[in-house]
Each structure stands twice: as C-alpha cells, then as structure tokens.
C-alpha cells in the first residue's frame, strides 16, 4: 500500500512516499523545484512507482503560511478528485505533537506565527490535539493542569521565559516543525481517522475555522 504525505506548513513544501510503514522517498533528499506536480512526479519515477498505486493522501492542513497551506491542501483535493483517492487531514499542530511527544514522552505544545502579534497554538495531549488564535500568553491557561510539556515551533525561547510558567518543567526540542516522515512511519496511527473523498474536501485551517 503506497501512501503519499505532504507537509505545507513549514518554510518549503515537502513529499514523502510511504510502503508499509517505511518512507521510500523523502523530496528533503532531492535538489528539485518546489512545486508539488513536480515533485509528485519526480517521487513516482524516482521510485517506480504510478499514481494509481496511491491509495491514500495525508495531507498538513496547517496552520501555517496561508497562502502555502491552501495550495498544498488544493493540490491534495484536486489528486484526490482526479483518482479517487482518500485524503486524511493532519493539522501541522498534531504532527509536531507525534513527533516531540514519541521523543520526549510529554504533552507538546506547538505555535506558529501569525500578524498583529498572534500565534496559533496547539496542545497536543494524550493523542488529542486543541489548536487556538491568540496571544502565547495564553499558554499558562492551556497548560494549568500539566506539570510540564516539550516546546515546538517559533516561539519556544518567548514561552520558556514567560515569568507564569517559571514553576513548569519545559523541555525545548530546538523543532520548528514535525518530521514529515511520519507520515509514512506512522501510517496506521492518521490513517485511523476516515478519510475524505469527493463530495468533501479537506479545509485548511486559519484563524477563522478554528
């Protein structure tokens, strides 16, 4: 079973392909345009591979750069559309999550930035993730009832400093962003959730559909 995972939130795209449970092309590895027809097409040759042997996309819904995540999110509905294949939507916030929490075995929280001095922030908890639009003032308030937690994201530095968190255990995991590869490494675990397919789209997420 080949799956194809693409990460739209961090400052490049990137494209994985996935065999059971194994990553067997990762587009981190290749010098190539940074458009994802591009990409797709050089990870099918590169690995033999059809885009009839894909039968699921997982796709990072953000947040991240607006304009980059609604392009990375139409490029996995239009494939989807065109060859009937499920799209499973992860937002960027639970791939951090997966990622520093199987490392660090904590709950993590993740922020990106945003304008007007705003981030989103999400919590990623026991396999569940809460995002929010505000401030990172508002992390003690999210995080009252933990005893610590793993950073990620731009402002790890700004949140281990905040004077209300002082008594929390903060672990910085020097992470911007989640390894795309587990997409592909951890097929079963965002595959669990159903998947998308024509009539319904995956959204991206932005601080009006939180």
Known sequence: MLTLGISTSSGQFALVLGE????????KEFEINNELDDMLQNALSSCGKEVKDINGIIVDIGPGGTSRVRT??????SLSFASGIPVYPVSSMELAGVDAGSKYNVPVIATVKSIKGNAYIGLYNKGQVTIKYGPIEEIPLMTEDL????VVGFHREAIINLP??????IVDTEMLYGDVSLFTEKTELFKKREGIIFPYFAQPITENTI
Do not use: E
Not at 20 to 27: A, V
Not at 164 to 169: D, G, H, R, T, V
């Open 164 to 169: 209300s968190l002082k008594n929390k255990n």
């Open 72 to 77: 990375g999110v139409a490029f996995a509905n």
């Open 20 to 27: 059971d449970g194994k990553t067997i092309y990762n587009s």
């Open 147 to 150: 005893d610590g937690f793993a």
